[in-house]
């Protein structure tokens, strides 16, 4: 049950849920680069559990925003996936931000659900991992021109800004013939 602010009303939010209920965003947020991170690596969710202590079970639930990661665990996760801290909390829309625990009370708005990042989901992460594995630095090249052109993308990097590995330079903005010219 939750209790309601004295002030205005507006039922304060319990264990950092909103106030239907459902799994704050942050949480959800966190969960989700967890995942991101666990998948780029190719571990599974029993792999991460074992390493953590927990059963995968424990890591569906922290994935999904199902269950809030306190400190200490986050500090874990950190050190097993191999990023900083901060690494779970970039990339937060100003939406989620605004569904803090701090700030339900005072957003009595639910968020809005955005359609999932395309950067999250499995197709994605196994389309990189993949493109990774292949070592010829021409193939790979080759590949990233075919998916430019097959997903019509007029914004992408051309070859002459790719570096040898077919990696953006992203230190210069500038096509690295041009810098090597220099």
Same mark, same amino acid.
């Given at each position: 049950?939750?209790?309601? %602010?004295? /002030?205005?009303?507006?039922?304060? +939010?319990?264990?950092?849920?909103?106030?239907?209920?459902?799994?704050?965003?942050?949480?959800? =947020?966190?969960?989700?680069? $967890?995942?991101? #991170?666990?998948?780029?690596?190719?571990? +599974?969710?029993?792999?991460?559990?074992?390493?953590?202590?927990?059963?995968?079970?424990?890591?569906?639930? *922290?994935?999904?925003? !199902?269950?809030?990661?306190? !400190?200490?665990?986050?500090? /874990?996760?950190?050190?097993?996936?191999?990023?900083?801290? +901060? *690494?779970f909390?970039? %990339?937060?829309? %100003?939406d989620?931000?605004? =569904?803090?625990p701090?700030?339900?009370?005072? $957003?009595?708005?639910?968020?809005?659900? =955005?359609?999932?990042?395309?950067?999250t989901?499995?197709?994605?992460?196994?389309?990189? #991992?993949?493109? *990774?594995?292949?070592?010829?630095? +021409? $193939?790979?090249? #080759? $590949?990233?021109?075919?998916?430019?052109?097959?997903?019509?993308?007029?914004?992408?990097?051309?070859?002459?800004?790719?570096? /040898?590995?077919?990696?953006? %330079?992203?230190?210069?903005?500038?096509?690295?013939g041009? !810098? !090597?010219?220099?």
């Amino acid at each position: 049950m939750q209790p309601d %602010d004295d /002030d205005t009303g507006v039922r304060r +939010s319990s264990r950092g849920r909103t106030p239907s209920g459902r799994p704050n965003p942050v949480d959800v =947020h966190v969960g989700g680069r $967890v995942r991101l #991170r666990r998948t780029l690596l190719g571990m +599974s969710q029993e792999k991460l559990g074992e390493a953590l202590g927990l059963t995968f079970q424990q890591v569906q639930k *922290y994935e999904r925003g !199902a269950n809030r990661i306190g !400190a200490s665990r986050l500090w /874990d996760l950190s050190r097993v996936l191999d990023v900083p801290m +901060s *690494y779970f909390f970039e %990339d937060m829309d %100003d939406d989620t931000v605004q =569904h803090s625990p701090m700030n339900i009370a005072q $957003v009595p708005s639910e968020p809005q659900v =955005h359609e999932a990042d395309p950067m999250t989901r499995r197709e994605t992460l196994e389309l990189v #991992r993949a493109y *990774y594995r292949i070592t010829d630095p +021409s $193939v790979r090249k #080759r $590949v990233f021109e075919l998916t430019k052109t097959l997903g019509g993308a007029s914004l992408a990097p051309t070859a002459a800004e790719l570096d /040898d590995d077919g990696v953006l %330079d992203e230190d210069t903005n500038e096509p690295l013939g041009e !810098a !090597a010219a220099e």
